[in-house]
T-cell receptor, first 112, second 114 residues
Framework: DAKTTQPPSMDCAEGRAANLPCNHS???????VYWYRQIHSQGPQYIIH???NNETNEMASLIITEDRKSSTLILPHATLRDTAVYYC?????????????FGQGTTLQVKP | DAGVIQSPRHEVTEMGQEVTLRCKPI?????LFWYRQTMMRGLELLIY????????DSGMPEDRFSAKMPNASFSTLKIQPSEPRDSAVYFC????????????FGQGTRLTVV
């Protein structure tokens, strides 16, 4: 499975866009990029995923570079409730097994 | 659907006792995953099932851990005997298929072994 690199922590002002980067330089051609977040001690929550094209849903936008070696999750108008650990996951494995392997993620602190 | 349901939410047990954690996946989901989360090791995948069959249990720490899925609507994770180092939050998740989909996580079971 491809590995990901994320900054350990980031701050964002409430109401501003939060841009969370992720490097995945060893990604394979058929591997998706998934983003999940975990608020305090709740179960992880799915945000968005993509393969090649940029994606947008009601929660966020996912921008994937043309070479697919990195991506950025964008929360357009961060609120205090967006404070969480954000995980970028590449997978689910070269054989598409469905496994989600979580790294350490980025702790996003949204400040008033 | 009520989502992935785990029970109990909290469990405190004494070292050496058997512990059974339970999970009810979302109806119609073919994949079920068990994770463990600790401060030191983060979120670790323990085992996952496809159509009730265990596919990969390489994350199961040792023989004291076992997981079963007797039918599509129920799975258990058992620890026997339990040890203090097993204290963690255990999450169950389910998904419709392997890729190009989202996994839904339960609220977790916080296990404390004293």
């Amino acid at each position: 499975d491809a590995k990901t690199t994320q900054p350990p922590s980031m701050d964002c002002a409430e109401g501003r866009a939060a841009n969370l980067p992720c490097n995945h330089s060893t990604i394979s051609g058929n591997e998706y990029v998934y983003w999940y977040r975990q608020i305090h001690s709740q179960g992880p929550q799915y945000i968005i995923h993509g393969l090649k094209n940029n994606e947008t849903n009601e929660m966020a936008s996912l921008i994937i570079t043309e070479d697919r070696k990195s991506s950025t999750l964008i929360l357009p108008h961060a609120t205090l409730r967006d404070t969480a650990v954000y995980y970028c996951i590449v997978g689910a494995g070269s054989s598409n097994t469905g496994k989600l392997i979580f790294g350490q993620g980025t702790t996003l602190q949204v400040k008033p | 659907d009520a989502g992935v349901i785990q029970s109990p939410r909290h469990e405190v047990t004494e070292m050496g006792q058997e512990v059974t954690l339970r999970c009810k996946p979302i109806s119609g989901h073919d994949y079920l995953f068990w994770y463990r989360q600790t401060m030191m090791r983060g979120l670790e995948l323990l085992i996952y099932f496809n159509n009730n069959v265990p596919i990969d249990d390489s994350g199961m720490p040792e023989d004291r851990f076992s997981a079963k899925m007797p039918n599509a609507s129920f799975s258990t994770l058992k620890i026997q005997p339990s040890e203090p180092r097993d204290s963690a939050v255990y999450f169950c998740a389910s998904s419709l298929r392997a890729v190009n989909t989202e996994a839904f996580f339960g609220q977790g079971t916080r296990l404390t072994v004293v």
